[in-house]
């Protein structure tokens, strides 16, 4: 049994020291093949890059019990959407909602490349702060003057 400081085993994170310090994704399944791994990344990077994190967190969270009718429904509507759209990996999206661990994946990823972003974000904001010093103008009307 581990102890209340040692990490989960669910809760290892995949990082370098290539890559950002803070980049804390998940570690890729033994199951999964490495291709899928990337496929998965990819859409969770869209995601956060579009910064529609909350609203696709909220969504997979919400339909998580119903992966697999949501895949077969992804299946029933594919010659639909691959007329408008031309996606090569539609099918092998669908085929990788049917699991429920591979939905926890792609939250862990979103939600990692979401805090990833916050602080990069954050850590501009100060910069531009430092760098912009006192000379921000600020109004002091209600103020008396000497």
């Known amino acids: 049994m581990s102890g209340p400081d040692e990490p989960r085993p669910d809760a290892r994170l995949a990082g370098t020291a290539d890559s950002a310090p ?13 291709t899928d ?23 997979l969270e919400s339909a ?3 992966n697999y009718v949501g895949a077969q429904a992804m299946v029933f509507f594919g ?15 669908t085929e990788l909602f049917e699991d429920r661990p591979t939905v926890e994946l792609l ?8 805090s990833e972003e916050q602080q990069r974000e954050k850590a501009a904001r ?3 702060r430092a760098r912009r010093g006192d000379r921000r103008f600020r109004w002091r009307f209600w103020r008396r003057r000497p």
């Not at 496929?39 to 529609?52: C, E, I, N, P, T």
């Not at 939250?107 to 979401?114: F, P, T």
Request: avoid cysteine.
């Open 22 to 34: 803070e980049l804390r994704l998940p570690v890729r399944p033994d199951a999964m093949t490495a």
């Open 37 to 59: 791994y990337d496929l998965l990344l990819d859409l969770a990077r869209k995601v956060v890059r579009r910064r529609m994190a909350v609203p696709a967190i909220f969504f």
């Open 64 to 66: 998580k019990p119903l």
């Open 79 to 93: 010659p639909f959407v691959r007329v408008f759209f031309e996606s090569p990996n539609y099918y092998r999206y």
């Open 107 to 114: 939250l862990r990823m979103i939600e990692g490349l979401e």
């Open 126 to 128: 100060a910069a531009r």
